[in-house]
């Protein structure tokens, strides 16, 4: 009898301690559920995306929108921000409804400048100096007016002339879009300063040594960009941030530029 009630009582906690394992197994799988199904934010296009935009130029073109979605179908590498792709283009193609994941942008010097050059524009290098180029200050992404100036080699009288309003800077020198300046490591294992970057001069001031500027212009600009560059001087003039556009105006000569 008495070993009939202790094989009673070890059945009896045996079950207990099945049902306490089972209680606690569902609710792990309950959370665990439960964390999946967690609504979390990611960007998504909002059309077909075609490669060498930036996040900031699909968000400001309304071309991606945030979206909560169950972690569960979360992508790796999602973007729930325009900045966390900040200075880099996107390289491969997106469908609509497709997720903006990190490992489908690039810095465009890795992509390469056919994706940071607009859609029905073209990039064109013109050489520069650090007068001629706003002091060699101008960077990736910043609009200048371009302005051409003709000597009496090409016509009867010097003019100078606002040749295009607004144009976009692709590159300088080397450096595409904004990423961060490199380094290269020297054989003795110390960092110097990439061809990109700028040449410390006496007193530890940095002054940029600007040699080219690769810009965005429509088709129908390269003719009168490459002439210019070759049988007259360019210059550049900065355009203020979210500033407007100048008008191209009239040429001026000696006799109309004090008036």
Known sequence: MKTKLISIAVAVLLGVLAALSAATYLVGARKEIDSEMRPVEVLVARDDLTPGLSTYD????????????????????????????????????????????????????????AYSTPKRLVAVTISADEVRGVAGFVKPGDKVVVVATFGKDVGPVDVTKILIPSATILAVDQRVGTEAEKTETSPNGNAVASA????????????????????????????????????????????????????????????????
Do not use: W
Not at 83 to 112: C, H, I, M, N, W
Not at 210 to 238: C, Y
């Open 196 to 259: 990109a970057s700028p040449v410390v001069g006496s007193g530890g001031s940095t002054k940029p040594q600007l040699r080219s500027v690769t810009l965005s212009i429509a088709p129908k600009d390269i003719p009168r960009l490459v002439f210019a560059q070759e049988k007259g001087k360019i210059n550049l003039a900065l355009l203020a941030k979210n500033g407007k556009s100048v008008s191209a105006g009239k040429a001026h000569t000696i006799a109309t530029v004090f008036k």
């Open 58 to 113: 699909m968000s400001e073109r309304g071309l991606i929108e945030k979206v909560r979605i169950p972690k569960k179908y979360l992508a790796t590498g999602a973007i729930s921000s325009v900045s966390e792709a900040q200075g880099q283009v996107l390289s491969v193609p997106l469908v609509k409804g497709d997720q903006l994941t990190t490992s489908r942008f690039r810095y465009p010097s890795d992509a390469g400048l």
